[in-house]
């Protein structure tokens, strides 16, 4: 999957997010708004900011995904196995214990299912996870 692709997405802070507070701080989304090539981003934060981050490039990761709707991911023909929701749109969690078993992003967030399963986060439609 291309970079490319997550223009639009919402994100937080990753893994080897080493940018200070230049997010506005621990837990403040932001908003992808240009693929530069080379595994970096730019994203235009809540509180203003403006920052260009590694989205693979030198196999850093300064972002984590938290919402892929407003790129259009939908998982047509996907029910949530909880609240019933059909064609789950943003990112679905699939179950690793419990086949046929997935959540839409609220579900899964606010611990609906066994939560010492394991899940994979399917990011766009035929994805495995």
């Not at 981003?41 to 972002?63: F, M, N, S, Y």
Request: charged fraction near 30%.
């Amino acid at each position: 999957m291309e970079v490319r692709d997550f223009e639009g997405a919402r994100v937080l802070r990753g893994p080897d997010w080493d940018q200070g507070d230049s997010d506005g701080g621990e837990g403040y989304l932001g908003t992808v708004t240009q693929s530069l090539g080379n595994g970096r981003v730019r994203v235009v934060w809540d509180k203003g900011a403006e920052t260009i981050c590694r989205a693979g490039g030198d196999e850093k990761h300064d972002l984590r995904l938290y919402d892929t709707a407003p790129v259009g991911v939908r998982h047509k023909g996907t029910k949530c196995s909880e609240c019933g929701e059909g064609d789950i749109w943003s990112m679905l969690w699939r179950c690793q214990q419990c086949a046929g078993y997935d959540l839409c992003t609220f579900c899964y967030s606010e611990d609906k299912h066994e939560i010492s399963h394991s899940f994979l986060r399917v990011d766009r439609t035929g994805d495995v996870g």
